[in-house]
């Protein structure tokens, strides 16, 4: 049968499956950039330009789609990344497949689904008579799974620019969107001792792999779960044999803080570490890689406007805060910010990744009436 409703699923989830069966890791750039040339050709015959930004040190290219309309005044910032944390292959894994409400796939619920949903609504915006107030600019982004370091000045400058962005990043628990997330640091400690013979001339050496048993008893004091501060010492290396005293040893930590405050203080304890061993010097490097987005009244007000719309629409649209970074982290501090408008599912990182096809229709007319009504 036809249907004249713009937003069926049946077809949006074809475009998705398009966009998903390009497989597209952060560290395959020619695949980042083979999707980026599929999502181009959407905006063909659109009344909108594609500005690609070529990709560099090893990332895939950058795409800027700028509607033809309200360009000289600031519009909204659609923020979306073409990335995925899955290796080459894992389609094999994780094909394509529906079961149920739910459509597998590598990078489906994180995130080509939501910005699917995105470009998506951006035609339908295209295809009505009248434009909307604002004028849309959408960014879609090689190397946000690795903290974005091609891409973030791209991303404050535009943000800047903008009155409003939405982040299609995945919906949370149920179709939550996220208004707060934590801000993230990431760090790496370099310990350097004395080596000898384990064996015959152990009081000659200096252990750096003892020195880093210090250390990581320091860095796990500092976690404080009652405010939201998390400190993990996730990678270790050091020593080259058992019969050797260790002159080296190395570890790398992800810092999650909900405040600025908490970013200041936390982040000035790991760079201070000092070493308890004499003969033994511990060496930090790292800083906060993206700052916490704190809901400010500008993005409080921006998530109200958006509840008005969601239960004119049909659903509850409830907010939450997560641990996670995202590139709205970048863009909060400054600017109204509302991520988390991606399809809802589960599964993001895994193996059994999915996003919920009955997402789909709400979650993309909501995205729609924003293009619509924001002003």
């Known amino acids: ?61 950058h795409l800027v789609a700028r509607s033809s309309w309200g360009q000289d005044a600031p519009g909204i910032l659609v923020l979306s990344h073409l990335d995925t944390v899955h290796p080459l292959g894992f389609i094999e894994r994780l094909p394509f497949r529906i079961e149920g409400d739910s459509a597998f796939g590598p990078g489906i619920y994180d995130m080509k689904g939501g910005a699917y949903l995105a470009y998506h609504a951006f035609r339908q915006v295209c295809a009505d008579s009248a434009r909307p107030p604002l004028g849309i600019t959408q960014l879609y982004v090689s190397d946000e799974e690795i903290g974005s370091p091609t891409s973030r000045a791209l991303i404050e400058a535009e943000g800047r620019k903008a009155k409003y962005v939405l982040v299609t990043e995945p919906a949370r628990d149920g179709g939550k969107i996220v208004t707060g997330r934590k801000g993230v640091g990431r760090f790496e400690v370099f310990i350097k001792g004395v080596p000898s013979h384990a064996g015959t001339r152990p009081e000659d050496g200096r252990s750096a792999i003892r020195e880093l048993g210090n250390v990581i008893q320091t860095l796990e004091a500092m976690n404080d779960l009652a ?22 040893a190395y570890a790398e930590v992800d810092l999650r803080v909900p405040t600025m405050s908490d970013a200041d203080e936390l982040a000035s304890r790991i760079l201070n570490l000092k070493s308890r061993t004499e003969g033994v010097s511990v060496r930090v490097i790292g800083e906060l890689n993206r700052p916490p987005y704190e809901k400010s009244n500008a993005g409080a007000a921006l998530y109200e406007h958006a509840r008005t719309i ?56 909501l995205l729609y009436r924003l293009y619509q009504t924001l002003r």
């Not at 398009?18 to 083979?34: D, F, G, L, R, Y």
């Not at 050091?238 to 050797?244: A, D, H, Q, S």
């Open 227 to 248: 405010r939201g501060i998390t400190v993990n010492v996730g990678v270790v290396r050091g020593g080259t044999r058992p019969n050797v005293i260790a002159e080296e």
């Open 1 to 61: 049968m036809t249907t004249n409703n713009p937003f069926d699923p049946a077809p949006i989830l074809e475009g998705i499956r398009h966009w998903v069966e390009i497989e597209s890791p952060t560290e395959a750039p020619e695949q980042v950039n083979k999707l980026a040339d599929l999502v181009a050709e959407g905006y063909r015959g659109l009344p909108a330009t594609v500005e690609r930004i070529a990709g560099h040190f090893g990332c895939g290219d």
């Open 310 to 365: 969601a239960a004119e629409i049909g659903f509850d649209l409830v907010d939450t805060s997560t641990g996670g970074g995202s590139d709205g982290n970048f863009t909060a501090p400054h600017t109204a910010t509302l991520d988390g408008l991606g399809v809802d599912g589960q599964g993001a990182h895994t193996h059994y990744e999915q996003m919920y096809i009955s997402s789909i229709e709400p979650r993309a007319r």
